[in-house]
């Protein structure tokens, strides 16, 4: 089955480091296909935060970055500020559904 | 500034068609991207629903494909999206979104519709 797994949550206290996983399989991440990162918040549509697996769109701040390895990617926000909680998705193509496949979603708390 | 916006009826009966459509401005539907509907249950993560492109490259979630249909309509620069026999798992907010493909099997969501809320009740 095709799946990318986020950890339910994460937190932090503003100022901190915080890092968030995507671990996928060898029809995704691991066949070398890109991963991309959304920022949700409640009630809106998602907004993409890093694509490539550590590209910035302008206006991005670089607090925020992303990497890849081998079957895994993570997404890092340096930094944390209050206005950073939210839900966090990964995405990539995944060739045993021959389409994109996104992540179940990260909520990061900001203590 | 490429704008998307999702239109269609907020309530389905079970068993009936949902019927989407989301209308492009600031951009071509014609121009060299792809077009795409993900959905989002209440309370739940992002599901990818399928892709279409303006020369007639589609393809589904497999999930979903006996069920799913995708078009577009050029002269109204708007692509749409029906989805056959719903039932209450159904229920979700309806995203569109554009595809930035940096090649076929490499690409991303870069913008997206506000979303519309449809539920599946009878």
């Known amino acids: 089955q095709s799946v990318l797994t986020q950890p339910p949550s994460v937190s932090g206290v503003p100022g901190q480091r915080v890092t968030m996983s995507c671990t996928g399989s060898?029809?995704?991440?691991?066949?070398?296909?890109?991963v991309h990162w959304y920022q949700q918040f409640p009630g809106t549509a998602p907004r993409l935060l890093i694509y490539?697996?550590?590209n910035r769109p302008s206006g991005v701040p670089d607090r925020f970055s992303g990497s890849k390895s081998g079957t895994s990617a993570s997404l890092a926000i340096s930094g944390l500020q209050a206005e950073d909680e939210a839900d966090y998705y990964c995405?990539?193509?995944?060739?045993?559904?021959?389409?994109?496949?996104f992540g179940g979603g990260t909520k990061l708390t900001v203590l | 500034q490429v704008q998307l916006q999702e239109s269609g009826p907020g309530l389905v009966k079970p068993s009936g068609t949902l019927s989407l459509t989301c209308a492009v401005s600031?951009?071509?539907?014609?121009?060299?991207?792809?077009w795409t509907w993900v959905r989002q249950p209440p309370g739940k993560g992002l599901e990818w629903l399928g892709e279409?492109?303006?020369?007639?490259?589609?393809n589904y979630n497999p999930s979903l494909k006996s069920r799913v249909t995708m078009s577009i309509d050029n002269s109204k620069n708007q692509f749409s999206l029906r989805l056959s026999s719903v039932t209450a798992a159904d229920t979700a907010v309806y995203f569109c979104?554009?595809?930035?493909?940096?090649?076929?099997?490499?690409?991303?969501?870069?913008?997206w519709g506000k979303g519309t809320t449809v539920t599946v009740s009878s």
């Open positions: 979104a554009r595809e930035k493909r940096l090649t076929y099997h490499h690409y991303y969501m870069d913008v």
């Open positions: 600031g951009d071509s539907i014609s121009s060299s991207y792809w």
């Open positions: 279409i492109f303006h020369r007639g490259g589609i």
């Open positions: 060898s029809s995704n991440i691991g066949a070398g296909y890109d």
């Open positions: 490539g697996n550590s």
């Open positions: 995405q990539s193509y995944d060739s045993s559904l021959s389409g994109s496949l």
